[in-house]
């Protein structure tokens, strides 16, 4: 399974991006989809994920409230609504998959066998 992440681009403090991560084929299993990101020099950091169903999502306490995740298994595809954009939300964002993830490893980025090539998100105060 490949994962493609777009949608990423340059937008104001207090401003919305909505990234997609489109996955080359449908899997069999039921996967998690999840978003990560790494801004220069930090190490690559969980944001949020949702399971096969929709009926469990996951966010990081920096963008709980701001940020909404959301999938359409149809169209194979994974949605990151980003609103309330923040400088410090400056990073590239990566999108991943994961099959069998048990719950206190949802956050790490280990458990997650596919990943997108990334898309910059880049906020100006």
């Known amino acids: 399974v490949q994962l493609q992440a777009f949608g990423g681009g340059l937008v104001q403090a207090g401003g919305s991006l909505r990234l997609s991560c489109a996955a080359s084929?449908?899997?069999?299993?039921?996967?998690?989809g999840g978003w990560f990101r790494q801004a220069p020099g930090k190490e690559r950091e969980f944001v949020a994920v949702?399971?096969?169903?929709?009926?469990?999502?996951y966010y990081s306490d920096s963008v709980k409230g701001r940020f909404t995740i959301s999938r359409d298994n149809a169209k194979n595809t994974v949605y990151l609504q980003m609103n309330s954009l923040k400088p410090e939300d400056t990073a590239v964002y990566y999108c991943?998959?994961?099959?069998?993830?048990?719950?206190?490893?949802?956050?790490?980025?280990?458990?997650?066998?596919?990943w997108g090539q990334g898309t910059q998100v880049t906020v100006s105060s």
């Open positions: 991943a998959g994961g099959s069998s993830i048990i719950l206190s490893n949802i956050k790490s980025r280990h458990a997650y066998a596919y």
């Open positions: 084929e449908r899997s069999s299993g039921r996967y998690f």
């Open positions: 949702i399971n096969w169903s929709s009926q469990n999502t």
